[in-house]
């Protein structure tokens, strides 16, 4: 952590995207974040995944002075957070204005399709296309070899993305956790009011759910992070998107297990504005709003065949960018 943090400071995490693939990306978002103060980042559970996330942090850290943690995101079952998008190009018209490629925070949307790589399943394009020719299939790189994905990639904590039925799955995701023996500092749990069934579930089935994964994790002894979705991966990045998640936060924040609280799910530059001073959760995660204020800097030099560090004029401006995105964040605004 970084050592000169002042203690009011809040608890922040960038998300990269628990399908998120873009190695180069992923790097020089390590590296900006790094430099801007984050705690922790949250990567998807692949081996050259993370090892772009560290080179990124290393980067940084050596100019910087802070050592965010690394987590990768893992899931107990299907969910929208492992997930990508796909179309045939054939099929599109040729005098489509393609608000698809509008839309798309990564630019992963070009005329040959949508590259997979850049693709973090954020749903945006999904909506967007007149001629519904946008699916979205599962993308989920934890799924089937959770305890090799351990071994190999080592890191300081575990995100698992669960749904409120999904408590014996969460159990199985428990328990090769514990016999893989990975040192971890922490576990964070993901979880919100799942968008179809919104009507069907309630926040206090979201607080008992909760309290359930509690009674399993406890015995671990490891330190908690309740994330809660408020707008489980929406890719609306609009200013107002924040307020479900700030609603479902006073609505159950003070009655959730121990451990520390951290809002995701629609949260972005407006988020601080739309909480209360004296009800403020510990902490909070930025995934698209965070990333598309980059996207543009690094593209360039991304196209250039560099990392965006190589332009020391670029990286500052990112950098700089990136602090201010995090400003609300950090102690002097926050009392
Ligand atoms: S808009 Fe979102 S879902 Fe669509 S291609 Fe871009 S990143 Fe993928
Ligand atoms: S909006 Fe639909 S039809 Fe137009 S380019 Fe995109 S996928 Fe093709």
Same mark, same amino acid.
């Given at each position: 952590m970084n050592k000169n943090k002042n203690k009011k400071d809040k608890w922040i995490k960038l998300i990269c995207?628990?399908?998120?693939?873009d190695i180069v990306a992923i790097e020089d978002l390590c590296a900006i974040y790094t430099a801007a103060g984050v705690d922790y980042i949250d990567v998807a559970a692949e081996e050259s995944i993370v090892n772009a996330a560290k080179k990124g942090i290393e980067w940084a850290q050596k100019i910087y002075n802070n050592s965010p943690g690394l987590m990768i995101s893992i899931s107990d079952g299907n969910d929208i957070h492992f997930r990508k998008a796909k179309f045939d190009p *054939?099929?599109?018209?040729?005098?489509?204005?393609?608000p698809c490629e509008k839309v798309c925070p990564t630019f992963a949307i070009d005329i040959s399709g949508i590259k997979e790589s850049k693709c973090?399943?954020?749903?945006?394009?999904i909506n967007s296309c007149p001629l519904n020719l946008i699916s979205e299939y599962e993308y989920n790189l934890?799924?089937?070899d959770l305890a090799t994905t351990l071994q190999k990639t080592k890191p300081n904590a575990v995100e698992i993305h669960t749904r409120i039925n999904r408590l014996d799955s969460f159990t199985k995701v428990v328990s090769i956790l514990k016999s893989s023996e990975t040192k971890l500092d922490k576990i964070s749990i993901s979880c919100g009011l799942n968008q179809s069934f919104k009507k069907l579930q309630e926040p206090e089935d979201l607080l008992k759910a909760l309290w359930e994964r509690y009674d399993i994790l406890e015995e671990l002894n490891i330190p908690l992070i309740w994330q809660l979705?408020?707008?489980?991966?929406?890719?609306d990045l609009a200013p107002t998107t924040s307020r479900d998640t700030v609603k479902l936060f006073e609505k159950i924040g003070s009655d959730l297990p121990p451990g520390l609280i951290q809002l995701a799910g629609?949260?972005?530059?407006k988020t601080h504005e739309f909480l209360k001073s004296n009800n403020l959760p510990d902490g909070i995660a930025f995934g698209s709003a965070a990333r598309k204020i980059m996207q543009p800097l690094i593209e360039f030099a991304h196209t250039n065949n560099?990392? *965006?560090?190589?332009y020391p004029e670029r990286m500052a401006l990112a950098i700089k960018k990136a602090q201010k995105f995090l400003e609300p964040w950090k102690s002097k605004s926050v009392k």
């Open positions: 995207g628990a399908s998120n693939e *054939l099929r599109c018209p040729s005098n489509c204005s393609r973090y399943g954020c749903g945006r394009c934890s799924k089937y979705d408020g707008r489980p991966m929406s890719g629609g949260t972005n530059e560099k990392r *965006l560090y190589e």
